[in-house]
């Protein structure tokens, strides 16, 4: 590709990093680890503020233009929860699903919207661009599927019959919150920024 621009990606987590470069793919974007010591306070209170306190951190440490991106799932019946909580619900992934399968069994009412915002910013930590995207759907019963992250095993997304950790990762990329996010994120740098 003849013109590119390689970006921190504001995570400690390299099943993200892998995730956002798959997307990214053929658009002349790619990718990178923020350099050690990244370990940013999340104490906003929206998806897009803990975005923009990680892109921020990440563009400090490196000097470097840095996108980050915060994510979690807000269950309908549960007035938002996990929300910006997703990653501390409790103290294990497998932990978090069994709490929230618990606090859902009551409930007839099972919808469910995976949320992903991403900040960009500059090496001096100024917005240059933000988004959000979703991804809407059913929290499933019981779990089911090994791929993926997260509440990947309990989620099925609309127009589906099986959960996000079933399917293949060029599937889930194509509908996922973090896919559309990054797709929207992707056409702004292409036409903005190389
Ligand atoms: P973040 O890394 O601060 O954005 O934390 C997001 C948390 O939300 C993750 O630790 C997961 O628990 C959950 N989450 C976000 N995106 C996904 C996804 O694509 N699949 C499953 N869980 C997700």
Redo the contacts with the bound molecule.
Sequence with gaps: MENSLQIVFA?G?LH?VHEVNEIAKGSGVSFILPPEGFDPL?NGETFER?SYIKAKEAAILSDSISLA?????CVEALNGEPGIF??R?DST?QK?IDKLLANLAPFGNRNAK?V?AMTLVDGNGEIIHQVTAECRGKISKVQSGSN?????PI?IPDGYTMT?AQMSDEL?NSI???GKALRMMIEYIQKNLI
């Design positions: 995570t987590n993200k999340e803990n991106d915060d994510s979690g799932l997703s990653a619900y992934p978090r995976f992903c993926g992250f997260g509440y990947d989620f996000i889930k996922s919150h973090r």
